[in-house]
């Protein structure tokens, strides 16, 4: 049943310390189903930037096609579902409810395919081609209370309603193909590759925004990614601090660290942890979160959004991002001249 925003404006000024466990006696909170709700909504501009860098890569269709010809649709669902099984009312009935409600939340058009993996690791992951699938690592359901659950699985629907399936496919192709020394991995599709996993990282901070609408509680899924980085129950982490640590490395170091936060995460596939609660507790806090549990979102009857006012979002957002570096290297290099200044100062 539809019913008002769940949480209001709580959780606009979330905690950089401790923060209090919820208590499991209070009255179930209400879900606010998202009725119409388009992907746009919850994209980051960055997500939309970089795929549309991404398609301008040189030979960019062409690896694409290649590796889609090479493999096909049945070849790749086959691979990923071999060792799963398959949720439904007598498999995982807890996950299937919780799914469910997921599906509901964001209304989604179809219900599609999800399967259990016998996988200690938590996680997740989203496939295909023409009909997509989610994994869902039975890791995640040993350590990941409901509402984590409902995060988790809201962060790879959104994947899927935001069409990232392909281009996340083709991610995980490249990469074994590269790992095996594949003859089809030439220096176009090693230069796709690169372009894809950055486009990647930001496709995971739009997942992110969907996953918490799902979930609608951005606490528990602060705490998700606080158990992706480290594991941990409720009673040996601490949210809180958890945060602060994301502050710190957000803020942190000299210049050296500076380059190497960059160079780290050239070869990954998502976004550190910190960052991406870091990213997702600004994104709450600016208000974007409770604007949509009051229905203030695009519908997917709506007419988009003028190309020229999305790109210029998409460069705002580049462009924030750009100076962030900077700021932090011009910070860190300021320091490293003023400590070098304060050891002359000693001789």
Known sequence: MEAGPAHGGAHRNLPTGRVAMADTTETPRVRRLLRDIDPSTWEHPADRAALQALRRVPAFDEVLRKVFGLFGERPIRLAFQANAVRVSERQFPAVHRLYGDVLET???PERYPLYVSQTPIVNAGAYGMDRPFIILNS????LLDEDELRFLLGHELGH???????YRTMTVILIQLAMLGFPAIGIAARAVLVALLEWGRKA???ADRAGVLAAQDP????RTMMKLAGGGTKEETDLGEFLAQADEYREGGDVVDAVFRVLNLMAATHPFHVLRAAELRDWVEQGEYDRVLRGEYRRRTDEPPPWREDLAAAARAYAEEAGSLFEQFSDAARRVREAVLEGFKKV
């Open 219 to 222: 606490e528990a899924a602060m």
């Open 204 to 206: 995971e901070l739009s």
């Open 139 to 142: 890791g995640s359901l040993r």
């Open 160 to 166: 899927v309603l935001s069409g990232h399936v392909l």
């Open 106 to 108: 964001l209304d989604a």
